[in-house]
């Protein structure tokens, strides 16, 4: 699969949009970008996914570049309870690697009053 | 998405014994996982656990030491054995299926510490 990297760390002020930056330069055709956060000692909970195409859903939105070399999560509204780290992750679709999930180290999303 | 529930969520043990970690899905899932975080740490991969057949081990993890089971579509056990320190980690069991459209989900993890 695809390496992803990502910033270290990021602030946010409560209540402005997030944009949490990827590269996935080496990403194949067939590999999906998913995002995923943990906050702290919890598992990790889903965001979003896509292919190619921009998503939202009721969380974030994905803006995937048109050669897919990277992506941007945002969230639109950061509140406190944002805060975590941030996993954007390549996922193959093979059937020897569609079910792993290679995590990097995230980038810790801080959103402050 | 399904409802994963683990057992325990947090333990403390004694170092040479062994700890079974049990992980209940109200769904069917085809597939399940089981990852290890170690402290400040990102997660990492130790196995896919296979019903009805031996798991499907990652680099740098063996049986002997993280037994897997997977007995129905439902349920996993991931045991640690002969536990040292070193073992001290959330271990997560994650699960995907059509149900979530092949997304994986995971548990909210269980936290050992090895005394």
């Known amino acids: 699969d695809a390496k992803t990297t990502q910033p270290t760390s990021m602030d946010c002020a409560e209540g402005r949009a997030a944009n949490l930056p990827c590269n996935h330069s080496?990403?194949?055709?067939?590999?999906?970008v998913y995002w995923y956060r943990q906050i702290h000692s919890q598992g990790p909970q889903y965001i979003i996914h896509?292919?190619?195409n921009n998503e939202t859903n009721e969380m974030a939105s994905l803006i995937i570049t048109e050669d897919r070399k990277s992506s941007t999560l945002i969230l639109p509204h950061a509140t406190l309870r944002d805060t975590a780290v941030y996993y954007c992750?390549?996922?193959?679709?093979?059937?020897?690697?569609?079910?792993?999930?290679?995590f990097g180290a995230g980038t810790q999303v801080v959103v402050t009053p | 998405s399904a409802v994963i529930s683990q057992k325990p969520s947090r333990d403390i043990c004694q170092r040479g014994t062994s700890l079974t970690i049990q992980c209940q899905v109200d769904?069917?899932?085809?597939?399940m996982f089981w990852y290890r975080q170690q402290p400040g740490q990102s997660l990492t991969l130790i196995a896919t656990?296979?019903?009805?057949?031996?798991?499907?081990?990652e680099s740098g993890f063996v049986i002997d030491k993280f037994p897997i089971s997977r007995p129905n579509l439902t349920f996993s056990t991931l045991t640690v054995s002969n536990m040292s320190p070193e073992d001290s980690s959330i271990y997560l069991c994650?699960?995907?299926?059509?149900?979530?459209?092949?997304?994986?989900?995971f548990g909210e993890g269980s936290w050992l510490t090895v005394v």
């Open positions: 994650s699960v995907s299926g059509r149900y979530s459209g092949n997304t994986i989900y």
């Open positions: 656990a296979n019903q009805g057949s031996e798991a499907t081990y």
């Open positions: 769904s069917q899932v085809t597939m």
């Open positions: 896509g292919l190619k």
């Open positions: 080496t990403i194949s055709g067939n590999e999906y």
């Open positions: 992750i390549v996922r193959g679709q093979t059937t020897d690697s569609w079910g792993k999930l290679q």
